[in-house]
């Protein structure tokens, strides 16, 4: 018997190749509409066990970045691309551990396939389901192939329609536009029209196959397989850290709280320039220390975390509701750890990060000169405590004669006078 998935554990960014209806009978999965910049880190401190992209926005909103996939895969969550926007980025990201699926897939990672427009469609709204509008490229060559095996075309015909429907804008790429150019018989081209249209998809094809691969990994992966290694990745840069802030989603409870928002919130904190200060402190000790070719090993890595943890008093069964609320996923979490990690390196080896580097006594010293201990403890120190006092008066009674010359008047007792 299979294990049982769990609500949101396959989550799907799913528009035109396949039906709403027809992807939900394939399992429990939690769908998304097309992905878009941003959206796939906005669900990670979800904790997902994979993600099946399959259609993305291009031209209406910003792309789902490579980087947002790279993190995902970061963070413990295998990504599945097929059919659409999902086949580029797989063939472009497969390298990295992103999952190719299906002959669309195949086709852009041999070279068969090149251009974006190959999958490009123009679709209606939410409202209407993102029911396909205009017809793919990579749909066109399966039905014309049909067509022409059929009987219905020739292959001087079959040639023509192929060139009509690559040199017509992916917008105003119907079956009506591409079988008028044959100057067929209406009657005729209403029929090729229907048969072409009947045709199987090969993008709603991979989609499936996507869909079930990622249901078939999330299976294993409740059953106790391991989650994908860590993809060997590039630091991000600017752009992507901004957008995984900004996209990212605290969870506390069941609410889920924009990054956005609590980025906002921390801004207009009347500590926001101590908390910057602080952290832009670390980060950039961190990044001197990867500069001077410093490494943290895991168990440093382990513990930074433990430590940051235990002095927030948070428990080690709190840790990933802990986390979650952070905004954090896995990936995130030992993205910090390791800083944490490679700052505390860098502190260590001052005196040899660089030449005549400080020592830990000078970092001391001018760690509490800034916050004002130096005076402090030197005020401390400039008054002696009562003990201390106290110990000082007796150790001066108890010297007796040697501890002062004395004169013999002052020695010999003075006579009582009477009265």
């Known amino acids: 018997m299979s294990p049982r998935l769990r609500a949101g554990d396959v989550v799907a960014f799913l528009g035109p190749s396949l039906a709403p209806a027809a992807a939900l009978a394939l399992g429990p999965l ?89 999958v490009a469609l123009l679709h209606a709204p939410a409202a209407q389901g993102y029911r396909p509008l205009t017809v793919p490229l990579v749909d066109v060559g399966p039905a014309v192939e049909a ?50 249209a009947a045709a199987p998809s090969q993008k709603g094809e991979d989609a499936r196959a996507t869909l079930l691969a990622a249901l078939g990994y999330a299976r294993a992966r409740r059953a106790g397989a391991p989650p994908p290694p860590p993809p060997h990745r590039p630091p ?51 990044a001197q220390a990867g500069a001077l070719g410093l490494a943290a090993t895991g168990d440093e890595v382990t513990d930074a975390e433990r430590r940051w943890l235990a002095a927030l008093g948070v428990p080690a069964s709190r840790r990933d509701g802990f986390l979650a609320a952070c905004a954090l996923d896995e990936g995130e979490a030992r993205r910090l750890a390791e800083g944490l990690a490679l700052e505390a390196r860098l502190r260590a080896e001052a005196a040899r990060a660089i030449p005549d580097g400080p020592g830990w006594l000078e970092g001391l010293a001018l760690g509490a000169r800034l916050s004002g201990a130096w005076v402090t403890e030197a005020a401390r120190l400039a008054r002696p405590s009562p003990l201390a006092a106290s110990a000082s008066s007796r150790r001066t009674r108890a010297a007796g004669p040697a501890s002062a010359p004395r004169s013999r008047a002052s020695a010999r007792r003075a006579p009582r006078r009477r009265r």
Request: charged share 20%.
């Open 236 to 286: 991000p840069p600017t752009q992507a850290r901004r957008l995984a802030l900004d996209a990212s989603r605290a969870r506390i409870g069941e609410v889920t709280v924009a990054g956005r928002e609590v980025l906002a919130a921390l801004a207009r904190r009347a500590d926001a320039g101590r908390l910057a200060a602080d952290g832009l402190m670390r980060l950039l000790l961190a």
């Open 30 to 118: 939690t769908l998304r509409p097309p992905a878009r910049a941003g959206d796939v880190h906005g669900l990670l401190a979800a904790r997902p066990l994979a993600i099946a992209l399959v259609d993305g926005l291009f031209d209406a909103a910003p792309s789902v970045w490579h980087h947002e996939l790279l993190a995902a895969q970061a963070a413990g969550v295998q990504v599945f691309g097929g059919a659409s926007m999902g086949a580029l980025r797989a063939a472009e990201l497969s390298a990295f551990g992103v999952v190719g699926v299906g002959q669309i897939f195949a086709g852009y990672r041999d070279g068969r396939l090149v251009g974006d427009d190959e």
């Open 147 to 196: 067509a022409r095996a059929a009987g219905l075309v020739t292959a001087r015909e079959a040639t023509r329609l192929l060139r009509t429907a690559a040199d017509t804008f992916y917008q105003e790429r119907s079956w009506s536009r591409i079988v008028d150019g044959l100057g067929r018989p209406a009657g005729a081209a209403t029929a090729l029209r229907r048969f072409l």
